[in-house]
């Protein structure tokens, strides 16, 4: 019975860890600092991010873009209005699919942000 335990949670952890990589790139966002989770993000929509959620006074948000035929979507989670969602579609609707795929990785990525886990990455970015 015990093995039936551990099969069920390996087949857990492995769908977890599929679905992860499902996102183009994540960024959270506390307390007006800004760190790449995951994923290649081009430097310049970094910084625009930090701009648009400096005005906003967001304080903890994660975006994810999620991949589609041509480019992808943003997905949002945290307390962010309307108009700020727009205003960071718009800025991600200018960056060419080229850019998205060819941004340059995280350099010297912590545990957290290779295993791709949020409160992690956080942890050691202290």
């Known amino acids: ?25 994540c960024l959270s966002v506390r307390g007006g600092r800004v760190l790449v989770v995951r994923g290649r993000v081009p430097p310049r929509f970094v910084a625009d991010v930090r701009d648009i959620l400096g005005r906003a006074r967001a304080r903890d948000v994660t975006i994810r873009a999620r991949p589609t035929a041509h480019s992808g979507r943003l997905e949002f989670a945290g307390a962010l209005d309307e108009g700020t969602q ?38 050691f970015a202290r």
Do not use: C, K, Y
Request: no cysteine.
């Open 86 to 123: 727009q205003r960071l579609r718009n800025v991600f609707g200018l960056i060419p699919a080229v850019q998205l795929r060819s941004a340059p990785p995280i350099p010297n990525p912590t545990v957290g942000q290779r295993l791709g886990v949020e409160w992690l990455a956080w942890w």
């Open 1 to 25: 019975m015990p093995w039936l335990l551990v099969a069920v949670v390996g087949a857990a952890v492995i769908l977890w860890w599929f679905s992860l990589h499902e996102d183009l790139f």
